[in-house]
């Protein structure tokens, strides 16, 4: 109990100090047009303020709850109030460009389609209000003002929550549709595999030959599927999936577009993770698809699947997951872990069958398991955070067509699809396997 209590405290300390830094950046940029003087009381002021309400809202919190709206409002106010102060001072942006800016900033931030399109109109209104003013309003006191108002206003018009707590700390053993694979560096990329071999003391392979992303699908039989009635072609694909060569298509919805350049460009390139091709054109630089292993000391099974897919000039990643199977009840269920710097993202599917002999993996269901979740792993104890996303839906669906292999995979946000991933699969040639094999 004691050591449970000290890492508590220690959370907390580390939780406050964030708070007091980021309060006091916010401040300082607050203040910064009354000079040197004004910005480090302001400094010092902003990190008391949220240091406190940081105090406050975590000595509230309860078990299984994350932390209080209104602390999360004033963290994301206080976040911005330095990017506004930037823009003012690199370009000399007015209320209304700084106001609509982070208003976007804030739909992106959002996820749901319906916010992304609000967040440059409610920032532009908030921006041309305080534009309005006889009094000039800083820019830092324009962006904190339009997050805050933004944040305040998204709960009563989106009443569904998109993120849930799911546990805090923990075992492992007790949410086993989370893959807590993650990152311990800032990069996870194609070497990752490599990295969790080192990490768990196990004998790692790289791309392995006639290897499967699954070991049977018999593992995923349930009421809604009977993997004897799957095509011999969708079998020996999940089975054997390094025999395939993979052809990509992606078919992006309009309106997501500008968000998607924007999380490719600061968040999945550096991470060296789901960084889907943006069209055909790209998909023509070649796709490579292998699948390193890890065998886990004393043992003769594969313990972990990564399937890897990068572009074939440069092996820049595009994909690195973690492959699981695992059955609860009367179920089988497919995990795919997708690795984060000291986080991990799970997509949990359930299996149904297809019309044809096809297979539909699919995150949408009723069920408990099913669904995505966003988890951080102590390696203290090895237990467990997380947090439900919901709203993010996707189907995968791999099926035979003119006696050749298809897959469609499919993705929305709230019931609105932004991203189909149309794959056309080809078995690589006979010589080719006998090299790699060799």
Do not use: C
């Not at 830092?140 to 003002?145: D, G, M, N, S, Y």
């Not at 054109?281 to 292993?293: C, F, K, L, N, V």
């Amino acid at each position: 109990m004691r050591a449970d209590g000290e890492s508590g405290s220690a959370n907390l300390g580390v939780a406050v100090l964030s708070a007091a830094a980021i309060g006091g950046a916010a401040g300082s940029a607050l203040a910064a047009h009354r000079g040197r003087r004004a910005a480090a009381v302001g400094a010092l002021a902003g990190a008391a303020a949220l240091a406190s309400s940081e105090t406050v809202a975590r000595a509230r919190q309860r078990p299984g709850e994350i932390p209080a709206l209104w602390q999360r409002i004033a963290t994301s106010a206080a976040l911005v109030a330095p990017l506004g102060w930037a823009a003012g001072k690199l370009t000399g942006a007015g209320p209304r460009a700084v106001g609509t800016t982070i208003g976007s900033l804030a739909g992106l931030l959002g996820l749901r389609p319906q916010k992304v399109l609000l967040g440059p109109a409610f920032g532009a209104a908030v921006g041309t209000l305080l534009a309005a003013r006889a009094r000039p309003v800083p820019p830092a006191a324009v962006a904190a003002l339009t997050m805050a108002a933004y944040r305040t206003a998204s709960p009563v018009l989106f009443r569904d929550a998109q993120v849930s707590l799911l546990a805090e700390r923990v075992p492992a053993e007790r949410l086993p549709f989370v893959v807590p694979r993650q990152a311990r560096s800032r990069r996870v990329g194609t070497g990752y595999v490599e990295e969790l071999a080192d990490e768990l003391g196990g004998r790692y392979a790289t791309d392995v030959a006639d290897i499967g992303i699954v070991a049977s699908l018999d593992g995923l039989a349930g009421p809604n599927f009977d993997p004897a009635g799957v095509d011999p072609l969708v079998r020996e694909f999940y089975e054997h999936t390094t025999r395939f060569a993979l052809d990509i298509t992606p078919r992006w919805r309009l309106w997501v577009r500008p968000g998607y350049l924007l999380y490719r460009t600061a968040l999945a390139r550096p991470l060296g993770q789901a960084n889907v091709p943006m069209n055909q054109r790209e998909t023509q630089r070649g796709i490579r698809s292998r699948i390193d292993t890890i065998t886990l000391p004393d043992a003769d099974t594969v313990a972990v699947r990564g399937w890897i897919r990068s572009f074939a000039d440069t092996d820049e990643p595009i994909y690195v997951g973690i492959y699981t199977t695992y059955r609860h009840g009367d179920r089988g269920y497919v995990s795919v872990g997708f690795p984060l710097p000291q986080a991990s993202f799970t997509a949990t599917l359930l299996p149904r069958a297809r019309p044809g002999g096809g297979l539909t993996l699919t995150s949408s269901s009723d069920l408990e398991h099913p669904g995505h979740y966003l988890a951080y792993r102590d390696e203290t104890d090895g237990s467990l955070t997380a947090a439900a996303i919901h709203g993010f839906a996707e189907d995968l669906d791999v099926y035979v067509q003119d006696g050749e292999l298809r897959a469609e995979h499919a993705f929305s946000l709230f019931g609105i699809p932004f991203l189909v991933l149309d794959y056309r699969i080809t078995r690589k040639p006979a010589d080719s396997t006998r090299r790699h094999q060799g």
